[in-house]
């Protein structure tokens, strides 16, 4: 179905009924691309693939079409409709998803999980964009920490859904059962949420600036640079410990599918959710005293995990692990409310989706694209020095990312002062 070229003529919906079904979709989208990481054992076995191939389907496979298609797609939707792009977006990733479950090997598999970046590339960039339309700058930074909770509740969700089914019938069925439940939301959505429409006294400016305004504005900003090279770093580590984590507790700590399940779902909804609240409410609290700290909240969020994570990961217990994990969990989750609402503070309102996009681009091409895969293969480099305990080390090597993320963010919180577009729009 064709998306209007404008913006519906009804009443918008209340802000807190956007957000809500904004979150209920961006959990489905964290859902379809995390349910992979608790089912790599079973898919392994089956289709049996290496754990650089497990790393490709993770990230490269997901990461490639999902980075570069989310350019042209917020710009589509700056410039006709962002309500009708997330509903298309989502029917199309939730329909690729129930597709894996039909693979019959790493092609298959592959080509599938390209279909799902496609479609998840038209669900987040015009998320926040809509969410910074309907909510107040003083009150961003936790909106979009509200959405956020769709990493946690979208990763928790996958990994205990998808455990038990693959558990209790097969890994296929994991994927056909989320898939299709994506699908039957997809109506709901576009029943409910509606874009926002301009106020009056801007209707007769264009709905956008060109693509290539934008994007010269942005590079010619150093605290987007920061801000992105410093997100994607981060999202190295992070997207590579949310797939490779199941595996380490398999491997190393000699628990089960459910129990691996349990243990990762309680972390991301404990550590998780407290993470993502903290650094929103943080972000308005301290950013409206010196827009810097939208910046510098998260890098030193980035410096407590280091040590705690490494104690986790190196610990011999499953139960010392879980404890060590909760901190540096939340601490991992803290930058996306002040960072996702300093970028929307880079350029002006007409232009958000797209901004976003271009920010995502660098944050997923080399977070998710590249932290997987980096993993998984340096997995294989180190087997012949550790043996089965070889993705243990990989993990606490790679945990150095987090350090320079850290100051990166430093270093952006100054620039920002200079580069922050205030928002003159009517609440």
């Given at each position: 179905?064709?998306?209007?070229?404008?913006?519906?003529?009804?009443?918008?919906?209340?802000?807190?009924?956007?957000?809500?079904?904004?979150?209920?979709?961006?959990?489905?989208?964290?859902?379809?691309?995390?349910?992979?990481?608790?089912?790599?054992?079973?898919?392994?076995?089956?289709?049996?693939?290496?754990?650089?191939?497990?790393?490709?389907?993770?990230?490269?496979?997901?990461?490639?079409?999902?980075?570069?298609?989310?350019?042209?797609?917020?710009?589509?939707?700056?410039?006709?409709?962002?309500?009708?792009?997330?509903?298309?977006?989502l029917t199309l990733?939730?329909?690729?998803?129930?597709?894996?479950?039909?693979?019959?090997?790493?092609?298959?598999?592959?080509?599938?999980?390209?279909?799902?970046?496609?479609?998840?590339?038209?669900?987040?960039?015009?998320?926040?964009?809509?969410?910074?339309?309907?909510?107040?700058?003083?009150?961003?930074?936790?909106?979009?920490?509200?959405?956020?909770?769709?990493?946690?509740?979208?990763?928790?969700?996958?990994?205990?859904?998808?455990?038990?089914?693959?558990?209790?019938?097969?890994?296929?069925?994991?994927?056909?059962?989320?898939?299709?439940?994506?699908?039957?939301?997809?109506?709901?959505?576009?029943?409910?949420?509606?874009?926002?429409?301009?106020?009056?006294?801007?209707?007769?400016?264009?709905?956008?600036?060109?693509?290539?305004?934008?994007?010269?504005?942005?590079?010619?900003?150093?605290?987007?640079?920061?801000?992105?090279?410093?997100?994607?770093?981060?999202?190295?580590?992070?997207?590579?410990?949310?797939?490779?984590?199941?595996?380490?507790?398999?491997?190393?700590?000699?628990?089960?599918?459910?129990?691996?399940?349990?243990?990762?779902?309680?972390?991301?909804?404990?550590?998780?959710?407290?993470?993502?609240?903290?650094?929103?409410?943080?972000?308005?609290?301290?950013?409206?005293?010196?827009?810097?700290?939208?910046?510098?909240?998260?890098?030193?969020?980035?410096?407590?995990?280091?040590?705690?994570?490494?104690?986790?990961?190196?610990?011999?217990?499953?139960?010392?692990?879980?404890?060590?994990?909760?901190?540096?969990?939340?601490?991992?989750?803290?930058?996306?409310?002040?960072?996702?609402?300093?970028?929307?503070?880079l350029v002006a309102?007409?232009?958000?989706?797209?901004?976003?996009?271009?920010?995502?681009?660098?944050?997923?091409?080399?977070?998710?694209?590249?932290?997987?895969?980096?993993l998984g293969a340096?997995?294989?480099?180190?087997?012949?020095?550790?043996?089965?305990?070889?993705?243990?080390?990989?993990?606490?090597?790679?945990?150095?990312?987090?350090?320079?993320?850290?100051?990166?963010?430093?270093?952006?919180?100054?620039?920002?002062?200079?580069?922050?577009?205030?928002?003159?729009?009517?609440?």
């Open positions: 179905m064709d998306a209007p070229a404008t913006a519906s003529p009804q009443a918008p919906a209340r802000p807190n009924v956007v957000l809500a079904m904004l979150l209920v979709v961006y959990i489905f989208n964290f859902v379809d691309r995390q349910i992979l990481s608790i089912l790599a054992g079973p898919i392994q076995r089956d289709l049996g693939l290496s754990d650089s191939q497990l790393g490709l389907l993770g990230g490269l496979a997901f990461a490639l079409l999902y980075s570069t298609l989310a350019v042209p797609l917020a710009w589509l939707a700056d410039r006709t409709s962002r309500s009708w792009v997330i509903t298309v977006s990733w939730s329909g690729f998803t129930a597709l894996c479950g039909l693979a019959g090997g790493f092609w298959h598999i592959f080509l599938a999980r390209l279909g799902v970046g496609i479609g998840e590339a038209g669900g987040v960039a015009p998320s926040y964009a809509l969410i910074a339309d309907y909510f107040p700058s003083h009150r961003r930074a936790f909106a979009l920490s509200i959405y956020s909770l769709g990493i946690p509740l979208g990763s928790a969700a996958g990994v205990l859904a998808g455990g038990y089914i693959a558990a209790t019938v097969d890994w296929r069925a994991a994927f056909l059962a989320v898939g299709l439940a994506g699908i039957v939301i997809a109506p709901l959505f576009r029943l409910l949420v509606r874009d926002k429409p301009a106020p009056a006294a801007a209707s007769a400016a264009p709905e956008a600036p060109r693509f290539g305004a934008i994007a010269k504005e942005l590079a010619a900003k150093p605290s987007f640079w920061l801000l992105a090279f410093g997100a994607a770093t981060c999202s190295m580590m992070g997207y590579g410990l949310a797939f490779w984590l199941p595996s380490l507790l398999q491997r190393s700590f000699g628990l089960d599918l459910v129990q691996t399940s349990h243990f990762i779902g309680a972390v991301l909804l404990l550590g998780g959710v407290a993470g993502m609240l903290l650094g929103g409410w943080l972000g308005d609290r301290l950013g409206t005293r010196d827009r810097a700290y939208f910046a510098y909240v998260p890098a030193l969020a980035f410096v407590i995990c280091v040590p705690l994570f490494a104690a986790g990961i190196h610990s011999s217990s499953a139960r010392v692990a879980f404890v060590l994990f909760l901190v540096p969990q939340a601490m991992a989750y803290v930058w996306l409310g002040p960072v996702l609402s300093a970028v929307q503070h309102p007409a232009a958000r989706s797209t901004a976003s996009a271009l920010f995502l681009l660098i944050n997923n091409l080399i977070g998710l694209g590249g932290g997987i895969f980096a340096l997995s294989d480099a180190l087997k012949p020095a550790y043996g089965t305990e070889a993705l243990r080390y990989s993990m606490l090597y790679a945990l150095g990312l987090y350090l320079v993320a850290a100051l990166l963010m430093a270093l952006a919180g100054p620039r920002l002062r200079k580069d922050w577009v205030t928002d003159t729009a009517a609440a």
